[in-house]
Structures are given as structure tokens and as C-alpha cells.
């Protein structure tokens, strides 16, 4: 996994996940920046973090995601079931 931050990049490239033939990009905080060019004008740009995983690499990182998001789940299940959280 590789991390980089402040990514500049076109419209295309600016999308949360890019699946390449060997590399899965993950972008987030995506927005555009406002560039000057040199005769005075400006043009829009996407900036963007990116982590970058090798596929077996974001297998992993997919599995670890539906863990937490099971944890959670059971414990919203839970406070319910034992009147915690109303319905």
C-alpha cells in the first residue's frame, strides 16, 4: 500500500476508485483547486489523496472493512434488542 496526498489530476482520475489491470486507486478528499497560468488567467484542477494497493493488497483491506462494519452492525443490533437505541 502506498499513500499520497495532494494528487493533482483530471476530472476522469478524480472518482473515488479506479480498478487498474494490477493496482486499485482509493481517492478521497477530492475537490478542485484553482491554478493562476502565467498570462493572468486561472483554470480548474482536482486534487485529491490517493492510496494505491496491489489487488491482493486491497483484498485484504476490502476484508478488513466488512469486519468493522459487521462489529458495528452487531452492536447497533445489540442496543436495540436491549433497549438502548429506540427503533
Same mark, same amino acid.
Given at each position: 500500500? +502506498? $499513500?499520497?496526498?495532494?494528487?493533482? *489530476?483530471? =476530472?476522469? &482520475? =478524480?472518482?473515488?476508485?479506479?480498478?487498474? +489491470?494490477? !493496482?486499485?486507486?482509493? @481517492?478521497?478528499?477530492? @475537490?478542485?483547486?484553482?491554478?493562476?497560468?502565467?498570462?493572468? !488567467?486561472? @483554470? %480548474? $484542477?482536482? $486534487?485529491?489523496?490517493? !492510496? &494505491?494497493?496491489?489487488?491482493? $493488497?486491497?483484498?485484504?483491506? #476490502?476484508?478488513?472493512?466488512?469486519?468493522? =462494519? &459487521? &462489529?458495528? =452492525? %452487531? *452492536?447497533? @443490533? #445489540?442496543?436495540?434488542?436491549? *433497549? +438502548?437505541?429506540?427503533?
Amino acid at each position: 500500500m +502506498k $499513500e499520497i496526498k495532494n494528487v493533482r *489530476g483530471s =476530472a476522469v &482520475q =478524480a472518482v473515488p476508485i479506479i480498478v487498474g +489491470k494490477d !493496482t486499485i486507486y482509493i @481517492h478521497t478528499n477530492i @475537490h478542485t483547486v484553482d491554478v493562476d497560468n502565467l498570462d493572468g !488567467t486561472t @483554470h %480548474t $484542477e482536482y $486534487e485529491y489523496d490517493e !492510496t &494505491q494497493f496491489n489487488k491482493d $493488497e486491497f483484498l485484504v483491506y #476490502l476484508y478488513n472493512q466488512l469486519l468493522i =462494519a &459487521q &462489529q458495528y =452492525a %452487531t *452492536g447497533v @443490533h #445489540l442496543d436495540i434488542l436491549s *433497549g +438502548k437505541v429506540g427503533v
